[in-house]
């Protein structure tokens, strides 16, 4: 399969996310592919958005460089780079927290290329 290649947003390695909802409807956001982020993370409002009551989540923290923000793990269906997968996404407490694309559940399934250079970031499903 070919790579799928995204140019860069603002100088950023940013890319379309989408999450279904509990009416099965695809949502997009827009994340920011995080090498250095363990699992990939959304907001309050976006755990609303999607029909998810963040509570009923796994409580974790998580740590950044602007300190520990409390979140909740919930298990959803995604698609990136045109593949639906099944992962944990942590919902921030916060509307403040960036969306970040984190390793967990994706970085195993594709080769991430980061091209700074050509400002993309490419996914591919072999290698």
């Known amino acids: 399969m070919m790579p799928i290649s995204y140019s860069y947003v ?11 909802d509990k009416k ?17 993370v959304l907001t309050r409002d976006d755990a609303n958005r999607v029909g998810l009551i963040l509570e009923k989540g796994e409580r974790i923290d998580l740590h ?8 909740y793990l919930h298990a959803v269906k995604i698609k990136v780079a045109d593949r639906i997968l099944h992962i944990r996404v942590a ?7 960036p969306r970040l694309i984190g390793r967990q ?12 250079k050509r400002r993309i ?7």
Do not use: H
């Not at 099965?24 to 990939?40: C, E, I, K, P, Q």
């Not at 970031?121 to 290698?127: E, K, P």
């Open 64 to 71: 950044g460089v602007s300190g520990v923000i409390p979140a």
């Open 105 to 116: 559940g994706l970085f195993d399934k594709f080769v991430v290329c980061f091209n700074d």
């Open 24 to 40: 099965g409807r695809w949502n997009r956001f827009l994340a920011y592919v995080d090498s250095g982020a363990a699992v990939t």
């Open 91 to 97: 919902f921030s407490t916060s509307n403040e927290t």
């Open 10 to 20: 603002d100088s950023q390695p940013v890319i379309e996310l989408m999450l279904l």
């Open 121 to 127: 970031v490419s996914f591919n499903t072999s290698g």
